[in-house]
């Protein structure tokens, strides 16, 4: 079903350097409760707190160029970062990294564009607007329902087939 969703990146860390920096406490503190959260919602799952607080930017860019030059490679693209971000610990923003993540997801050329800058700055945009949800992750069907949050299995399931939200009442993370 990853073949009927267009993922959207979303640069909200605009300003933290490249290379990553560490971050502070309330920053790691912030990180350790979502991945709590995310252990109970999802326990076959497996994070790390990351070492590093990454510009979200060098990443944003290539999944724009990969769905504007390979979109069929997008899903395995995000998994990668996702991948050596939240189980390796690893830098999205350092340039080996992310041809590294591009080779294994079988994009050949890794260099966005101003077209990919372009777009970037629109989702950014969507997200700072509210024209998208403000939470992570957050999807939209063609039908305009939104699914936010960590869905359980059989409701994430039940979206992408038919575009609404079930009437379950489960919460999402």
Same mark, same amino acid.
Request: hydrophobic share 45%; with cysteine; net charge neutral.
């Given at each position: @079903?990853?073949?009927?969703?267009?993922?959207?990146?979303?640069?909200?860390?605009?300003?933290?350097?490249?290379?990553?920096?560490?971050?502070?406490?309330?920053?790691?503190?912030?990180?350790?409760?979502?991945?709590?959260?995310?252990?109970?919602?999802?326990?076959?799952?497996?994070?790390?707190? #990351?070492?590093?607080?990454?510009?979200?930017? #060098?990443?944003?860019?290539?999944?724009?160029?990969?769905?504007?030059?390979?979109?069929?490679?997008?899903?395995?693209?995000?998994?990668?970062?996702?991948?050596?971000?939240?189980?390796?610990?690893?830098? #999205?923003?350092?340039?080996?990294?992310?041809?590294?993540?591009?080779?294994?997801?079988?994009?050949?050329?890794?260099?966005?564009?101003?077209?990919?800058?372009?777009?970037?700055?629109?989702?950014?945009?969507?997200?700072?607007?509210?024209?998208?949800?403000?939470?992570?992750?957050? @999807?939209?069907?063609?039908?305009?329902?939104?699914?936010?949050?960590?869905?359980?299995?059989?409701?994430?399931?039940?979206?992408?087939?038919?575009?609404?939200?079930?009437?379950?009442?489960?919460?999402?993370?």
């Amino acid at each position: @079903m990853l073949d009927r969703v267009a993922f959207q990146s979303v640069r909200h860390e605009r300003d933290l350097p490249i290379p990553a920096r560490e971050p502070d406490a309330d920053e790691r503190a912030f990180v350790q409760r979502e991945i709590e959260i995310l252990g109970e919602r999802a326990p076959e799952s497996k994070f790390v707190v #990351p070492p590093i607080w990454p510009s979200t930017g #060098p990443a944003a860019r290539l999944v724009a160029m990969t769905e504007r030059t390979a979109s069929s490679a997008v899903a395995a693209l995000v998994r990668g970062l996702y991948r050596v971000f939240w189980q390796e610990g690893r830098d #999205p923003s350092n340039p080996l990294v992310l041809a590294e993540v591009a080779r294994s997801a079988g994009i050949r050329a890794v260099a966005p564009t101003a077209a990919d800058e372009q777009t970037v700055r629109r989702w950014t945009a969507e997200w700072e607007t509210g024209a998208i949800e403000m939470r992570t992750p957050a @999807m939209r069907s063609s039908r305009g329902a939104v699914l936010v949050g960590m869905a359980a299995p059989k409701r994430l399931e039940a979206f992408l087939r038919s575009g609404r939200i079930p009437s379950s009442t489960e919460d999402a993370c």
